[in-house]
């Protein structure tokens, strides 16, 4: 049983906060990713977690246990970043077996579990090579396998696919999702490819400027961004926003549309819609066609509504040209609305 619990954890760099008030329950054998742009925090938070670094205030609790005193070794936790970190001069065996022999295990249960996770990142045929003629790919797996080989309660992780080619992060996201998915472990997955995320996460705490702006499935923050953040941060190309503005009877006119908004809400809005929750049809929003990217399953047309840049992924069989206009519209039960003052959604009461 590892649920991780982090509580009010604030970092401060000298007079830099890194983070500001992180409040965060990951469950037991949950995988949860840590998602952001470079620079929000997310490698801080996850040190802090495993005890490379100390958190100015806050506390961190793993299984029950309350662990912001104590030394990385003590947490349960294993973690594998972004640099690899495997010892060249090792074979793939000894480096698998690094931890196991600190740790003072039976020679015999060292080479079981060596073994048997090297079977499951599919190295097993490497084991007696020098892990410094390896491949970015090979390593990485050797990292993956060294830290299940501890059979940790919990795995952090630090971009551990960063450094792959296109191809090969594509190959281990699926490996990786499939290993763990079968452990019982507790992961926190670090990364600021929101496709990465999407694909791996239980659910997703998305970060920005050192604050958690929302955790919850993957689903759920794409359909329903808390924040205006989440939206523009998560899917591409980003949710399409415009203002919209309201004489107070409960209708908002959005470029030339006049659309039900949620009740009682301010005279000033944003109304927001992914790009492909909208069909070409009359009545919709004018749209003025600038660029259009046939992209094969859709064409993604980039054009201009009320002065603003607007995006729609549409169908590939409609015939459109760049000076064009289109009419679009949008499905009503993905328009979503945010507060242009606080950046939050402003839920429609049903
Ligand atoms: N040891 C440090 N000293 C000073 N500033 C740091 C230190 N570590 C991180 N920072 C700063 O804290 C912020 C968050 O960094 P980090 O957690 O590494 O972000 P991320 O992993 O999301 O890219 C950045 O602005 C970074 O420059
Ligand atoms: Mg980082």
């Known amino acids: 049983m590892a649920e991780i619990v982090v509580k009010n954890v604030a970092k401060s760099f000298g007079a830099f906060q890194a983070l500001h008030s992180i409040d965060l329950t990951i469950a037991d054998q949950e995988f949860m990713v840590l998602l952001g742009a470079s620079g929000c925090g997310k490698t801080t938070l996850l040190r802090i977690i495993a005890g490379l670094e100390s958190p100015s205030q806050g506390e961190v609790w793993i299984g029950g246990r309350r662990v912001d005193q104590l030394p990385p070794r003590q947490r349960g936790i294993s973690m594998v970043f972004q640099n690899y970190a495997v010892f060249p001069h090792l074979t793939v065996f000894e480096n698998i077996a690094f931890g196991l022999r600190m740790k003072k295990l039976p020679q ?41 080989a501890m059979e940790p309660d919990v795995i952090l992780m630090d971009e551990p696919l960063s450094n792959l080619d296109a191809l090969l992060r594509l190959e281990m996201r699926a490996e990786l999702k499939g290993v763990l998915a079968g452990s019982k472990t507790t992961t926190i997955y670090v990364t600021h490819d929101q496709v990465e995320a999407m694909s791996l996460a239980d659910r997703i705490s998305v970060m920005n400027g050192g604050r958690i702006v929302q955790a919850a499935s993957p689903v759920e923050v794409y359909r329903n961004p808390a924040a205006r953040f989440v939206g523009s941060f998560i899917g591409n190309p980003p949710m399409n926003f415009i203002a919209a503005t309201s004489d107070g009877d409960g209708r908002y006119r959005v470029a030339g549309l006049d659309l039900d908004g949620p009740a009682a809400a301010g005279p000033r809005l944003e109304f927001a819609i992914r790009p492909e929750d909208m069909t070409v049809a009359p009545g919709g929003l004018r749209a003025a066609v600038r660029v259009v990217e046939p992209l094969g399953a859709h064409t993604l047309v980039t054009c201009e509504v009320d002065g603003a840049v607007f995006r729609a992924v549409l169908d590939s069989d409609l015939r459109i040209a760049p000076g064009d206009e289109l009419s679009l519209v949008p499905k009503p039960d993905r328009i979503r609305w945010f507060d242009p003052e606080t950046s939050s959604a402003v839920p429609v009461a049903s």
């Open 108 to 148: 015999a249960e060292v080479r079981d579990r060596v073994e048997r996770t090297a079977e499951l990142m599919h190295i097993e045929q490497l084991l007696q090579r020098y892990s410094g003629q390896l491949s970015g790919g090979q390593r990485q797996r050797v990292a993956v396998a060294r830290a299940l």
